[in-house]
């Protein structure tokens, strides 16, 4: 339907168009008319329509007031003009109101009738542009807390979403290098700084969840994660390195208000643990400091920074670069641990050249980090006189280059055997999950029930199936089970529904889909290219 709106002070007119408009556009337009120029705008407002024919010259407003009056309340209507007065000035303001014809009277009916469907062009392409815009903002709705939880998840492990952060950054809006956790529990009671029933109120807590997510998005600019257990982890971006002591109180403030807008609308006791601004690289150690914070803390809001926890340190302490090759060589990221262990090497003997005993103890520091991290993965084998030379060689080192040398070597060798034990269960998992998809292809297995056999969470099996054999697993299923039809439909004798079947289908036309789209050809026609 269209609302069509007739602005004129001739009664013959607004009868002429009446007629042209229920005789060619019969039963799709609801017409209504006004005389004036207030009425006209009243009318407007009452009425919101989608088209509008104005004249100029009507008692009290004229036409083209009136028409600047409806464009404040109303952008989207359509107007056309159609006066007596041919006047240059008139036209001029028309254009400006965004009037699609200006139409000298008398007007042939025909041209009235292709005015109004180019207008009702124009307002079919709009209705279309607006659905197709709520339907993306409705998918959008479903897939940005699956998207957000995902990135808090990778937050929380620890994982490198360095390749995937840009694409991430952009598809949650994120434009800050920088950012901070925060921590939101749930209990049923606060006794002493502790709340009570964290497992009985996770339970149910998802019915109220949204009520959480809404309110956290309406008080920060925030990312916000699933509920695990009675906690809810939240990502608030940060366009610089450090908060100030106002935008610190501040954030303590909205947090703290927070808490009493939620506790009026929900029977939950909260808890709030803030960490301090990281690169998007080390958000892991702001969601340790967060939970810190909130776990030492006797009252509602804690930021980490307000706590007797934490080391401090010298101003000129490069911590962010220490962070970076502990980062590293957790990851057993060779390359880059040796950048940054260069880096420090040069930073230690640049700022404090004679100081080669504290040097020394630095880098004996790093090695035996290196080497935990090494031996808790797996990669090394721990005795207790492993070290036992680590002394004097440290001591007779006698320049900076040969200890250098040295610390560049341990950092490595460290880094090679996390990063080889990493390799060696990555590659155990995603064999022993290809062996078990050989063997069950024919059921009807999951990501779900492989991840379960390889006793992996399905969230990082399927990351680390991509990685390892760079296919999906429902894309390396199919290949399977799509070469195994190709095998059964060698035997004529074989019916297209028990291959069906054979392969983990229950229905032939979906299985005849699939296979034209991985073979090119469907099954018929394959049978028929093998001549048999």
């Known amino acids: 339907m269209y609302k069509i709106m007739l602005a004129d002070d001739e009664g013959i007119v607004i009868d002429s168009l009446k007629f042209i408009i229920e005789k060619n556009f019969n039963g799709s337009c609801i017409i209504e008319s006004a005389t004036t120029g207030r ?65 000298t009277k008398p007007v042939n009916h025909t041209v009235i009738v292709n005015v109004i469907k180019r207008a009702m062009d124009l307002i079919e392409e709009e209705r279309r542009k607006r659905s197709n815009d709520l339907m993306i903002r409705e998918k959008l709705e479903i897939v940005i807390p699956i998207i957000e939880s995902d990135f808090i998840y990778s937050i929380i492990s620890g994982e490198d979403f360095a390749t995937e952060a840009t694409s991430v950054k952009e598809l949650l809006g994120i434009k800050d290098d920088y950012g901070m956790m925060m921590v939101l529990e749930l209990g049923d009671s606060l006794v002493e700084g502790n709340l009570t029933n964290p497992v009985g109120v996770s339970v149910k807590a998802q019915s109220f969840y949204p009520i959480i997510r809404d309110s956290l998005k309406t008080e920060f600019q925030c990312i916000v994660g699933p509920i695990m257990v009675n906690k809810i982890a939240v990502f608030i971006p940060c366009d610089k390195p450090q908060l100030e002591y106002d935008e610190r109180t501040n954030l303590i403030e909205a947090a703290r208000k927070l808490i009493r807008d939620l506790t009026k609308r929900i029977d939950v006791q909260f808890k709030i643990g803030i960490g301090s601004v990281t690169s998007m690289d080390h958000l892991e150690t702001s ?33 962010d670069l220490e962070k970076s090759l502990f980062d590293m060589i957790e990851k057993g990221n060779l390359d880059k641990a040796k950048i940054e262990a260069n880096r420090f090497f040069d930073w230690m003997t640049h700022q404090y050249p004679d100081n080669e005993m504290d040097i020394k103890l630095k880098v004996l520091e790093f090695i035996l980090f290196a080497e935990q991290k090494a031996f808790l993965s797996g990669g090394m084998t721990y005795y207790f006189t492993y070290r036992k030379d680590y002394l004097t060689t440290i001591i007779s080192l006698d320049n900076y280059e040969k200890l250098r040398s040295w610390f560049l070597e341990k950092i490595s060798d460290a880094c090679r055997n996390i990063n080889s034990k990493k390799e060696e269960l990555e590659s155990g998992v995603i064999a022993k999950a290809k062996a078990f ?96």
């Open 39 to 103: 009425s006209v705008i009243e009318l407007a407002e009452r009425f919101k329509p989608d088209i509008a024919f104005m004249d100029i010259q009507m008692p009290g407003i004229n036409g083209i007031e009136a028409m600047k009056e409806i464009r404040r309340t109303n952008s989207s209507t359509i107007f056309v003009i159609m006066t007596a007065y041919d006047k240059f000035n008139y036209a001029k303001e028309a254009i400006n109101l965004g009037v699609i014809e200006y139409l």
């Open 287 to 319: 969601y340790k400091e967060a939970n810190t914070a909130s776990r030492n803390s006797k009252g509602r809001v804690a930021h980490v920074k307000d706590m007797p926890i934490g080391c401090e340190y010298g101003d000129d302490y490069p911590i």
């Open 437 to 532: 998809m050989e063997e069950n292809y024919h059921k009807d297995i999951s990501l779900d029930d492989v991840s379960r056999i390889v006793d992996i969470s399905p969230y990082y099996f399927s990351k680390l199936f991509k990685e390892e054999t760079g296919e999906n697993f429902i894309e390396y299923l199919t290949a399977i089970r799509m070469e195994r039809a190709k095998k059964l439909l060698q035997n004529r004798e074989l019916s297209m529904k028990n291959i069906c079947i054979d392969i983990g289908y229950s229905d032939p036309n979906y299985f005849s889909r699939i296979f034209k789209k991985y073979a090119g050809v469907t099954p018929t026609e394959y049978r028929e290219t093998m001549g048999l």
